[in-house]
Nanobody
Framework: QVQLVESGGGLVQAGGSLRLSCTES????????MGWFRQAPGKGREFVAA????????NYADSIKGRFTISRDTTKNTVNLEMNSLKPEDTAVYYC?????????????????WGQGTQVTVSS
């Protein structure tokens, strides 16, 4: 079983930055395509970004393209989401997810394991 743990959420003003991290203590995350999703109050869970098992491929939702960057740190077995120029509409619970090695994966149903989520709140 893959147990993902997110960290790095918090409260930030519009225009600010946050860095989310996702880690797993027992299995290497390089076995998986890794994704970030988010869910705002009253809305469905939506795709944000994904990175292939090798780290050579990335994919982003149009709403965050150019502002967010997904990356792997294999030395720490983490997947990070660097979020810049944050907007109030980025407010949501952010979830880390792991899926099989095939690429691309941007659908919620394509991911098998999920973290508990971390809250990101952007004030105007």
């Amino acid at each position: 079983q893959v147990q993902l743990v997110e960290s790095g959420g918090g409260l930030v003003q519009a225009g600010g930055s946050l860095r989310l991290s996702c880690t797993e203590s027992r299995r290497t995350l390089t076995l998986y395509t890794m994704g970030w999703f988010r869910q705002a109050p009253g809305k469905g869970r939506e795709f944000v970004a994904a990175i292939s098992w090798s780290g050579r491929n990335t994919n982003y939702a149009d709403s965050i393209k150019g502002r967010f960057t997904i990356s792997r740190d294999t030395t720490k077995n983490t997947v990070n989401l660097e979020m810049n120029s944050l907007k109030p509409e980025d407010t949501a619970v952010y979830y880390c997810a792991a899926g099989g090695p095939s690429w691309p994966r941007s659908m919620r149903s394509e991911y098998d394991y999920w973290g508990q989520g971390t809250q990101v709140t952007v004030s105007s």
